[in-house]
T-cell receptor, first 114, second 116 residues
């Protein structure tokens, strides 16, 4: 089975600073990769997804992620943090053959300091 | 378009009680899923369904049951509630066959269950 590792269960950044949330996957064959965001007391929403069309993927709210096969990574970045970015972020993968089995990381809680 | 609707949002159960978490989607999605979310553990798959009448176990199915009699509904049943089932439960759905191959999950808002 696939697995996803998110380094850092809690990340704090100052407002306006760079946001970097790390995600590594385990598959030798690059799977489909996703970042989801969960705001307090809400369900998860899709931020962006990687489908092999481009290694740099742009998502909503100014977030982007870069797929690096050599590092088996799919880190999420945003140049300038906003207070509204405070949330839980989950990296996920799905298998290539069916695309219907999803595996989630343990999540990273982002705090933005004013 | 309501998306995925879960009820109830909150529930407190006593040990040994039973209850059903309801999940309905109006997007004509064929796949539906139940996850539980525990602090620091991410999301764990309980059960999933590939279509009406077909269900299968996920990673943590013990203590739960599901049914899928229609495309829209996928209820999760807890027969004998235990404190270990205290968690936040999320229902999700997706339609297969995306052009890119990457099917995207749509989540409900969650159901917070406490077993005392």
């Amino acid at each position: 089975a696939q697995s996803v590792t998110q380094l850092g269960s809690h990340v704090s950044v100052s407002e306006g600073a760079l946001v970097l949330l790390r995600c590594n996957y385990s598959s030798s064959v690059p799977p489909y990769l996703f970042w989801y965001v969960q705001y307090p007391n809400q369900g998860l929403q899709l931020l962006l997804k990687y489908t092999s069309a481009a290694t740099l993927v742009k998502g909503i709210n100014g977030f982007e992620a870069e797929f690096k096969k050599s590092e088996t990574s799919f880190h999420l970045t945003k140049p300038s943090a906003h207070m509204s970015d405070a949330a839980e972020y989950f990296c996920a993968v799905s298998d290539l053959d069916t695309g219907n089995q999803f595996y989630f990381g343990t999540g990273t809680s982002l705090t933005v300091i004013p | 378009n309501a998306g995925v609707t879960q009820t109830p949002k909150f529930r407190i159960l006593k040990i040994g009680q039973s209850m059903t978490l309801q999940c309905t989607q109006d997007m004509n999605h064929n796949y539906m899923y139940w996850y539980r979310q525990d602090p620091g553990m991410g999301l764990k798959l309980i059960y999933y369904s590939v279509g009406a009448g077909i269900t299968d176990k996920g990673e943590v199915p013990n203590g739960y049951n599901v049914s899928r009699s229609t495309t829209e509904d996928f209820p999760l049943r807890l027969e004998l509630a235990a404190p270990s089932q205290t968690s936040v439960y999320f229902c999700a759905s997706t339609r297969t066959g995306a052009a890119s191959g990457a099917n995207v999950l749509t989540f409900g808002a969650g159901s917070r269950l406490t077993v005392l």
